[in-house]
């Protein structure tokens, strides 16, 4: 069974830190591409960043600079640093393992992140 299981999500103030883990079960972790989305109150789910197995990295333009994706394939783990942080990044933050050549894909949960004062 394929579980994807997010934590750190939480209540920050403007400008504050807060970093995303999402562990995974069931799948061989390290050949899938893993991938972070997120969707507002009221707006479609987007793209925040992606990772690929080989390590190559993409980042929605507002989040450039601020956020950053990183894997431990040890730990069966992926990770979303978010810095500097607006109350436009708040929304569920859910995490995404991909595998088009198999056709797979699999999503977590999803973990609130608030941003407000």
């Known amino acids: 069974q394929v579980q994807l299981v997010e934590s750190g999500g939480g209540l920050v103030q403007p400008g504050g830190s807060l970093r995303l883990s999402c562990v995974a079960s069931?799948?061989?972790?390290?050949?899938?591409?893993m991938a972070w989305y997120r969707q507002a109150p009221g707006k479609q789910r987007e793209l925040v960043a992606g990772?690929?197995?080989?390590?190559?990295?993409n980042y929605e333009v507002s989040v450039k600079g601020r956020f950053t994706i990183s894997r431990d394939n040890a730990k069966n783990t992926v990770y979303l640093q978010m810095n500097t942080l607006k109350s436009e990044d708040t929304a569920v933050y859910s995490c995404?393992?991909?595998?088009?050549?198999?056709?797979?894909?699999?999503w977590g949960q999803g973990t609130q992140v608030t941003v407000s004062s």
């Open positions: 990772i690929t197995a080989g390590g190559s990295t």
């Open positions: 069931g799948i061989v972790f390290s050949m899938y591409t």
């Open positions: 995404n393992a991909e595998l088009l050549t198999w056709g797979r894909s699999y």
